[in-house]
Every structure is written in C-alpha cells, then in structure tokens.
C-alpha cells in the first residue's frame, strides 16, 4: 500500500537540478530511517540518500556531494535537492521508510513503506 506521494520529478538537462518532495499523512516519518532511493529501466532499486531518526545522513556514492536530503518534520515533508544531474542519474525515485540501519547501512530489503515514485529523465 502507497504511504507517501512523491512529486517534483520532470523532464531536465546535463547539469540542471531538481529538487523532490516526499509528503505524508501517517506516522511514517517516525520510523527510524527515511529515504530516497531510485531505478533506473532495467536495475535494482537502490539507495540515493537517508536519514535517520538521530538526523544522521547517509548518502550513495555516486552523490559525491551533488544531492541534500532534508525533512520538515511540522509539515511532514522530505526533501532531496539534485544538483548537476547527469543522465546516469535518470531513474524513478522514490520515498520509502523503514528500520534503523544494520551495521550503518541503509539497504533496500529493510524499507517497509513506500511512495508510487516520481520521475526524472536527464537529457544529454
């Protein structure tokens, strides 16, 4: 069952940014981890950024500083800022939550609610 609503995505270019929204109206953003993660046609779904319960972030690799993730916690709203997105970046992104991260790490399997996702197609 769909637990968030994602919107923001679009249609951008090589360097361009866009910034996603993840809202809510249940007690989901209580959960101990909250999360963007994306896929690309053809690939797993995987982690672009994190937040904890304790505000400590967690960001994949490929981000190397271009991505912010940001919560409101009155408004019940997450936030990633995407700056410079590339074309390796295009994906459906989406909002889940879920556990508290094993061993510092933000996995997939352990996210239990999720958005429908929203879509950002980088044009080269």
């Known amino acids: 069952q769909v637990r968030f609503l994602e919107s923001g995505g679009g249609y951008v270019q090589t360097g361009d940014s866009l910034r996603l929204t993840c809202a809510t109206s249940?007690?989901?953003?209580?959960?101990?981890?909250l999360g963007w993660f994306r896929q690309a046609p053809g690939k797993e779904r995987e982690l672009v950024a994190a937040?904890?319960?304790?505000?400590?972030?967690y960001y994949a690799d490929f981000v190397k500083g271009r991505f912010a993730i940001s919560r409101d916690k009155e408004e019940n709203t997450m936030y990633i800022q995407m700056n410079n997105l590339q074309p390796g970046d295009t994906a459906v992104y989406y909002c889940g939550a879920g556990g508290r991260p094993v061993h510092n790490i933000v996995q997939v399997k352990d996210m239990t609610y999720w958005g429908k996702g929203t879509l950002v197609t980088v044009s080269s």
């Open positions: 937040l904890s319960s304790n505000e400590k972030t």
């Open positions: 249940g007690p989901y953003f209580t959960l101990p981890t």
